[in-house]
């Protein structure tokens, strides 16, 4: 049994959860992960002091440690974007960390750290108060003032535009700020330091901020001139993606505890498919799906005979949407790919003897519902390694690859179900379609929004767990057929339409 230690970016179960789901499709996997209590509730830290002693206690007999850095020196996603903590303290967090790996040698350590964001939308829901009216002021200042730099001038429309914005972004948020992103970033340069000392086996700096211009860009620029002073491109790699990384680690620890670099096929939809930039990224598919399996430890080859498994990644054809409009698709879904043909080679390389696991990428935030019906109506469902198509196509891809790692000869057959269950009710049922459905029902009324549900989760959980088990039931006609749901809630973690939580078993 290898244990690991596993401290994730935050609380919501995609960062606690879905690797802990994956992980359990392969007996030699023993996952230690902190209670949900010390490790707080969105905006709320963790105990940062009963982290540590987590660690501590359970760091002896662990083979590898899977780590965020958010979570250990700031107590989360959202509070290192809040905090008021100084460089100081900081650092000394950071020291901590040599001084465990210093008391325990032979634990290889696999580390995440993201690079502060800068969202271009006016809302504290995951960010600074000031944030609800002046976060597209500081986005647009950041840019303005980056591009300035990188360019030389700025055209009379934008040099406008600074002067106006400068002059109506108070003065005391934009210096709080600014100081906060510095402290991160020097978080960030010790942190790759220690990648270079010998410390940290592997670092992740994974970015869910992909804008050309601002304070992100900025700070991206300073930390790849630092990997490359240090020469750590080898061991510290930085790509788009940031709630997939727990699974990316584990997939790499994965991949080096059996001395193996998965060999991957990729199978698109679309003559497009490596072409396209998804919503919400800066670079095409390829390049993001090239970094992802180097950093999960795999490496893309050309010809399926050759593969450990088949990665089967649906894209848009050329326009791509989000998914709770997948009823009105744009025509290049249908003129820009073939989804039968896509389907059918799924099949053949099955027939092949290959495992395939299928990245869902052609719509953001939620699977297709084409192909959902399609791989049922294809008896390809129980055929597959596993499935995912979840918020960005990042976080689709990064999942798929751990889940393609430990379901390939896992004896875990019912582990391997749930997994493609789990994340058909939520990354299809609920993300599709619920969600939609969902917010169309409840919002406006007992002062419930999307971005909180107003003390009434009770029956706004009930309401999503009727509907997502009504359509999954009615949907696959073709599959799951020996399988019954044992046990199905919902919650949603953060108050919120955007995520849920499930529980889940399945007979």
Known sequence: MNKILYLPLDERPCNYEYPKLIATMQESIDLIIPELEILGCKKKSANIDAVWHFLYTHIQG?????????????????????????????????????????????????????????????????????????????????????????????????????KTITKRLPKAHLDDYSSRRKKNLEVNKRVIELANEGVIEFLAIPQDDSAPYGFTAMDQKEVVAHICKLRVQKRVH????????????????????????????????????????????????????????????????????SCDFVLAINTAGQVLQEAWDDEHKDITYSSFRNLR???????????????????????????????????????????????????????????????????????????????????????????????????????????????????????????????????FNTTFKQSFLDTRITHFEVFSPWNRFFEIGLTLKID
């Open 62 to 162: 662990a083979s590898a440690a899977i780590l965020s850095i958010e979570t250990l020196i700031y107590g989360g996603l959202l509070p290192s974007r809040l905090h008021q903590e100084s460089l100081e303290t900081l650092l000394e967090r950071v020291e901590m960390l040599k001084n465990l790996k210093l008391a325990n040698p032979t634990v290889k350590f696999y580390l995440s750290n993201l690079i502060m964001r800068t969202p271009k939308y006016n809302s504290s829901d995951e960010e600074p108060d000031y944030y609800e009216e002046y976060g597209v002021d500081i986005y647009s200042y950041s840019a303005l003032v980056d591009k300035k730099e990188r360019q030389g001038e700025l055209s009379c429309e934008e040099e406008c535009e600074l």
């Open 238 to 305: 930085m790509y788009p993606g940031a709630d997939e990384v727990g699974c990316t680690l584990l997939a790499r620890y994965f991949s080096t505890l059996h001395q193996k670099q998965f060999k991957i096929y990729p199978l698109f939809s679309s003559v497009n498919s490596k072409t396209i930039i998804p919503l919400y990224e800066d670079r095409p598919l390829y390049e993001s799906l090239k970094a992802h399996i180097t950093a999960a430890n795999g490496i893309l080859v050309d010809a399926i005979e």
């Open 341 to 471: 043909e896509f389907t059918s080679q799924i099949g053949y390389a099955y027939l092949q003897g290959k495992g395939v696991c299928v990245a869902d990428v052609a719509f953001a935030n939620g699977g297709e519902s084409e192909l959902i019906y399609l791989l049922d109506d294809y008896h390809l469902w129980d055929k597959l390694l596993g499935y995912a198509g979840w918020n960005t196509s990042c976080n689709t891809i990064g999942t798929a690859i751990c889940t393609a790692y430990f379901a390939l000869n896992s004896t875990r057959i019912q582990q391997v179900s749930e997994n493609k269950i789990y994340r058909l009710l939520e990354d299809w049922t609920y993300q599709t379609k619920v969600r939609k459905a969902a917010g169309e029902q409840f919002i406006g009324s007992d002062g419930i929004t999307y971005f909180s549900l107003n003390g009434h989760n009770k029956k706004v959980n009930e309401f999503m767990k009727k509907e997502m088990l009504d359509l």
